[in-house]
């Protein structure tokens, strides 16, 4: 038999198709199959209007056959088939597809194929020496074997088939030190990359499996009786074929989306929400997504990646698509079928398109009101949310400069001095007496360090909820905000608070005044360790407070300090002192009385604990305790 050779610079072609344009060798197998389901699909739609078809739904089938020993790969359907020429066409010319063809035959009909480049099935020589197909086409007696070794040519001749349909064979490479190809004959290998990539092709993948079960002991084999196994082979449906994200969901119940979440995305619990979303139009889509429970072990790590599963129509193309998610919803899983979207060559990568930004668009808006549904409708699974994964949505808004902050922001929750829960900025503000213009926030480690800081207890005291933020990023968060609903955010650790009466500025003004000698003395002991010192009216019952003066707090100061590079960052720091403190009055006597060394130790003691109170080091522990011991005699 004349060897052809392939058409249209196709060796050039088949070469780079081999070694550059698929990346994984397992992607054959989708391939393949995808091709079969087109072949079905055609012969489906035929015999819509032609009864000769003589089969229907449930009379087409994909079937494998493995064969370890004669180391081949058997794919075969009983589809539409092809003729000679359209072997020759199909085959013999590299990126010609047939499957383009009768889609655009057929535009006026609503006809998912799946094939469409026409070099699909030349994946099949990453993983074969030589690959064979024997086909009959429907309403043809005649059968034609292709064959083919690679880029060198192929031949056609007549053959003997009993149905319609195609029988495609690979002869599976030798290992080598690198590729194990052994796997693309075993059975269970086979049956895993028909789960990963073909499980929700519509037809029935159908393939014999190997089973061992115990032979029943005979009844006088006694206990020490050697157990034995025997095997036996059945026909196997190995797909699910009718995907669970284009049921309705009314028509799943809860206990299927659980078992498909926790099955395909490897949790042991079941999911918080789940989210369907669908989309006709301007672009078809369909999508189960789910919030999980508790954040994955790895989810604040390098390692962990964001994205959804992206199929079209019910054939896997990607495990994570990154670009179906923005980093704020990285912790949403789920899958994401289309057969709109722009794929590349290899249908291993997407390309950039509209349809792709709009499908983005719609999950990320589903997202927002599914969240803030359960925001409002069941508190205690949003709290259960928040703490699994609310760093993330403040990490949304704080970065890109705060762009996204608006669609953001309604879902920040944070706790209230004031009502001892996680409450909204919206119901923060909802209970805001008139007279106050801000909405206070305090940032510590803790929640109960934070409502114990100075000047939280003069805020509360004034009647206002003071927020307890207690995360790195919430400070950042909240800076970059700045107004929430014409409300400006202010630090209470940041210095004037604006509780002041006009009376109480002015007899503070005055006390600035009368004070400035005592004040100034303060500073220069303190050695520039801060930036001024003041008196405070707010200050109740603690002797000292301090606050920030700048673009950077305290609490900022603290979590800066600990990234690299930063070393040299500090906050401007002001020093407050209660000036209706005994502790005060105590200084101005000793300032009265020119002793300036029991001033500065005074001093010293005063800004050590004002440090404490904010959670701050103090550079020198023994001299504090030797100075309060000092004056305790």
Not at 18 to 30: D, M
Not at 434 to 445: G, P
Not at 467 to 479: A, H, R, Y
Request: net charge negative; hydrophobic share 35%.
């Amino acid at each position: 038999m004349a060897m052809k050779k392939f058409k249209a610079e196709s060796q050039k072609l088949l070469d780079l198709m081999i070694n550059s344009i698929y990346t994984n060798k397992e992607i054959f197998l989708r391939e393949l199959i995808s091709n079969a389901s087109d072949a079905l699909d055609k012969l489906h739609f035929k015999g819509l209007t032609d009864d000769s078809v003589g089969l229907g739904t449930s009379d087409f089938a994909i079937t494998l056959t493995p064969d370890k020993e004669s180391r081949t790969l058997k794919i075969s359907d009983n589809g539409i088939g092809m003729t000679k020429e359209e072997l020759e066409n199909n085959l013999g010319t590299i990126a010609k597809s047939g499957s383009l063809d009768f889609k655009k035959e057929n535009t006026a009909e609503d006809i998912d194929i799946i094939g469409q480049f026409g070099v699909g099935f030349y994946s099949a020589f990453m993983v074969a020496s030589r690959v064979t197909v024997v086909s009959r086409a429907f309403g043809s007696e005649e059968a034609w074997k292709w064959e083919s070794a690679g880029a060198e040519g192929y031949t056609i001749e007549a053959a003997e088939k009993d149905s319609v349909g195609t029988d495609i064979t690979l002869y599976i490479k030798e290992n080598t030190e690198t590729e194990n190809y052994d796997r693309f004959t075993d059975e269970y290998g086979i049956q895993t990359l028909v789960k990963k990539y073909s499980d929700y092709i519509r037809y029935p993948i159908k393939m014999m499996m190997t089973h061992t079960h115990p032979v029943p002991k005979p009844e006088d084999a006694g206990d020490d009786g050697k157990q034995e196994y025997e095997e036996h082979r059945e026909l196997e449906t190995l797909n699910s074929m009718v995907p669970i994200w284009k049921r309705k969901k009314g028509d799943t119940a809860d206990e299927e989306y659980n078992e498909f979440y926790k099955n395909n995305f490897y949790d042991y619990t079941d999911p918080l929400k789940v989210i369907t979303a669908g989309g006709e139009g301007a672009v078809n889509y369909n999508a189960v997504l789910f919030i999980p429970s508790h954040a994955p072990y790895d989810f604040y790590t390098k390692e962990y990646k964001k994205g959804l599963a992206l199929y079209s129509s019910g054939v896997m193309i990607m495990e994570k698509c990154e670009e179906l998610l923005p980093d704020y919803y990285n912790f949403v899983r789920g899958v994401v079928d289309s057969s709109d979207l722009s794929l590349n060559i290899s249908r291993e990568l997407l390309q950039q398109n509209h349809e792709l930004k709009l499908i983005r668009k719609n999950i990320e808006k589903k997202i927002k009101n599914e969240l803030a549904a359960m925001r409002d409708n069941d508190r205690g699974k949003y709290e259960e949310f928040w703490k699994a994964f609310g760093r993330v949505i403040k990490f949304g808004v704080y970065s890109e400069y705060g762009a996204n902050k608006d669609t953001l922001a309604d879902l920040l929750i944070f706790f209230s001095a004031k009502e001892q829960k996680m409450i909204t900025l919206d119901e923060y503000i909802a209970v805001m007496p008139e007279s106050q213009k801000y909405i206070y926030f305090a940032s510590s480690d803790s929640t109960d360090r934070a409502a114990k800081l100075p000047n939280t207890v003069a805020v509360l005291e004034h009647g206002y909820d003071v927020l307890l933020c207690t995360e790195d990023i919430d400070e950042f968060c909240l800076q970059v905000i700045n107004k929430y609903k014409d409300k400006e955010f202010k630090n209470v650790g940041g210095g004037n608070l604006e509780l002041e009466t006009e009376e109480e500025k002015a007899a503070a003004k005055s006390s600035a005044e009368e004070n400035k000698g005592l004040l100034d003395a303060i500073r220069d002991a303190l050695g520039g360790k801060v930036k001024a010192v003041k008196t405070s009216a707010v200050l109740k019952e603690h002797p000292v407070a301090l606050s920030s003066d700048g673009p950077v707090s305290i609490e900022m100061e603290k979590v800066l300090k600990n990234m690299p590079g930063n070393d040299g960052i500090t906050s401007e720091k002001v020093l407050e002192i209660n000036e209706n403190h005994p502790v005060f009055q105590a200084m101005k006597d000793t300032a009265a009385a020119g002793d300036s060394e029991k001033l500065s130790l005074y001093a010293k003691i005063l800004y050590d604990q004002a440090r404490l109170i904010e959670g701050l080091p103090i550079e020198d522990p023994v001299e504090y305790a030797k100075a309060v011991c000092s004056l305790i005699k």
